[in-house]
């Protein structure tokens, strides 16, 4: 079955980059010129999908905006014909998907969030891209190399790189075989492992594959004693428990736009790059690099 549905889970208070995200939302920090949140829709419409949830909360109505027609705006660009380039950029942003809004109303976690997508979501596959997570691959966007995981074995897929064991200390080790075309199968899952518990080096970072029944595995899973929080993890864990869960070491630049050092990388990776100010924003950084 193809995918064609997308969520993307973008109702987080943003507190790692706080003062900035207290009138921002994070998802809407620029990366040059395009806010982050507008690079995860265009990942998606890479990959043909063509439907996409948004999970706000309060206060991110901008999002909304910024995925609708500006008709002054636009009509202002639309009478100078030296604007025509952003007017074309402007209004396409619109087109990109059909773009669906639906409030987590209450800020109680990404597997919380991802339950009040059951509705949009109804007997499809689906993918999963975590607002935080932009991740640039201009030739084969990250989201489609996991779709094509999972339609050619039917299982729920997640993105996993390798990183340094300091980050997997933080996030995850993973117990895996490798089926080849860098795809893996997932036995095992270790949540912030000590260095003994390390299995390998492999975590999961940013990007799923779904299929309907992990909304069942959510509401099954007990919540953490800590937090009364029920973690998107633990049911991606029990996913992997059935054997039913494979992972796609993706090919693509992530950028941790919940991170201040991540934000400010991915203003400079991605600046560099830029058709517009590529070259002098070169020059500026040899010059500035002289200085340190």
Not at 12 to 18: D, H, N
Not at 82 to 107: F, G, M, P
Not at 140 to 147: N, R, S
């Amino acid at each position: 079955m193809k995918v064609t549905k997308a969520i993307i889970p973008a109702a987080g208070l943003g507190t790692r980059v706080l003062p900035a995200s207290k009138a921002v939302p994070k998802e809407m920090l620029n990366i040059v010129d395009k806010p982050a949140i507008q690079y995860l829709v265009e990942e998606c419409a890479m990959a043909g999908i063509t439907d996409i949830l948004i999970i706000t909360n309060r206060g991110k109505n901008v999002i909304e905006d910024h995925f609708d027609y500006s008709f002054e705006l636009e009509e202002n660009l639309k009478k100078n014909p030296s604007k025509k380039a952003i007017y074309d950029d402007v209004h396409a942003v619109a087109d990109l998907a059909n773009i669906y809004y639906v409030r987590q109303k209450e800020t109680k976690g990404l597997a919380h969030a991802i339950l009040t997508a059951e509705a949009f979501v109804g007997n499809d596959p689906f993918a999963i891209l975590y607002g935080d997570d932009v991740i640039i691959n201009n030739e084969k966007p990250v989201i489609g190399q996991l779709i094509e995981a999972y339609e050619k074995y039917g299982k729920c897929v997640t993105g996993i790189n390798e990183c340094p064991t300091e980050q997997v200390m933080k996030y995850c080790t993973l117990d895996v075989t490798d089926l080849g075309d860098s795809i893996y199968q997932v036995h095992k899952i270790i949540e912030k492992p000590a260095r003994e518990e390390i299995l390998t080096n492999f975590a999961i970072l940013g990007r799923n594959v779904m299929t309907p029944d992990v909304f069942d595995i959510i509401r099954q899973t007990p919540p953490n004693e800590a937090s009364g929080e029920v973690y998107f993890s633990e049911a991606i864990s029990t996913i992997a428990n059935r054997g039913n869960l494979l992972g796609v070491d993706f090919t693509g630049r992530r950028y941790d736009m919940g991170d201040k050092l991540g934000i400010v990388q991915a203003n400079c990776e991605m600046a560099l790059t830029h058709p517009e100010i590529g070259e002098k924003f070169k020059n500026y950084l040899k010059e500035l690099a002289k200085t340190l």
